[in-house]
């Protein structure tokens, strides 16, 4: 773990309160895996404020990226943060993804839970992995996001929104309800990898589980000290209560428990 000093080359909207940030830090750039996180000290608030944790969306050359929504206080005032500004990051931090996969690997993502899945899925690719497919869901087409990075990397992507904006209109587990049963029949083997809201976290959980697969859930709570000392990111696990930000964020889907 590193408490560095980074210096901001991008930062950028992209649509609908969703935002891009890089920042320059090698030494950590090389360190991170897939799953990670990072606690960022936004600069345009008081000393005294707690660091903000961002999942890495991908970490190369030198340089760390975040996808973010501007969703409180702390993201507000990050917007602020300019090219050649510094910033405080601490990282890497938690557990992240397995970086091998038997069969297909099926990514699921909400929102900005794709950011992970991105880095996931560009490691599984470098690493000579070629059956990746990733499902992406949101409430509304400006709610998908990184579609053209994903498919860049030359991986399948399937799209859903709860309006029918684009994509399947219904929930990203219709598309992947459907890929799950054609790789079944064809007598294929999957693990299941995915970040994003709870109730789509459950379900994708619980289709690992019911098929006898492995699952990798990446587990988004409120990570205050990022380091396990303050028990705010608590998980219940078969094992008892864990903490997200040491024994997390990603857990095995069967040692999940669900309230």
């Known amino acids: 773990m590193q408490d560095a000093s980074a210096r901001v080359v991008e930062h950028r909207e ?6 891009f940030l890089v920042f320059e830090v090698p030494e950590m750039a090389v360190a991170l895996t897939p799953g990670q ?3 960022v000290k936004v600069p345009a608030l008081e000393s005294s404020a707690l660091r903000r944790p961002f999942s890495v969306f991908d970490a190369a050359d030198g340089k760390v990226s975040v996808l973010y929504k501007t969703v409180g206080r ?3 005032a990050l917007n602020s943060v300019k090219p050649s500004d510094v910033v405080s990051v601490l990282g890497p931090l938690g557990h992240g993804f397995p970086l091998k996969c038997e069969g297909t690997a099926l990514l699921v993502g909400g929102g900005y ?6 880095f996931l899925a560009r490691v599984l690719k470098a690493s000579g992995h070629g059956d990746i497919e990733v499902f992406i869901g949101g409430r509304t087409k400006d709610d998908l996001l990184a579609v053209d990075r994903f498919r860049a990397l030359g991986v399948k992507v399937f799209l859903a929104t709860n309006d029918g904006s684009e994509g399947v209109k219904g929930l990203v587990t219709d598309p992947l309800d459907d890929e799950l049963q054609r790789i079944r029949e064809a007598g294929g083997r999957f693990e299941l990898f995915a970040c994003g809201p709870d109730p789509m976290l459950k379900a994708v959980a619980l289709r690992a589980t019911g098929t006898g697969s ?3 859930i990446s587990m988004d709570r409120h990570m205050i000290c990022g380091v396990g000392a303050c028990y705010a990111c608590i998980q219940k696990t078969v094992r008892g209560n864990s903490r997200c930000c040491v024994e997390g964020p990603v857990f095995r889907a069967e040692d999940l428990v669900w309230e």
Not at 14 to 19: D, F, P, S, T
Not at 113 to 118: F, I, M, S, T
Request: proline residues 5%; glycine residues 24%.
């Open 14 to 19: 992209i649509g609908a309160g969703y935002r």
């Open 37 to 39: 996180f990072v606690h």
């Open 74 to 76: 702390g993201t507000a």
């Open 113 to 118: 839970g794709v950011a992970p899945l991105h």
């Open 214 to 216: 492995r699952g990798w």
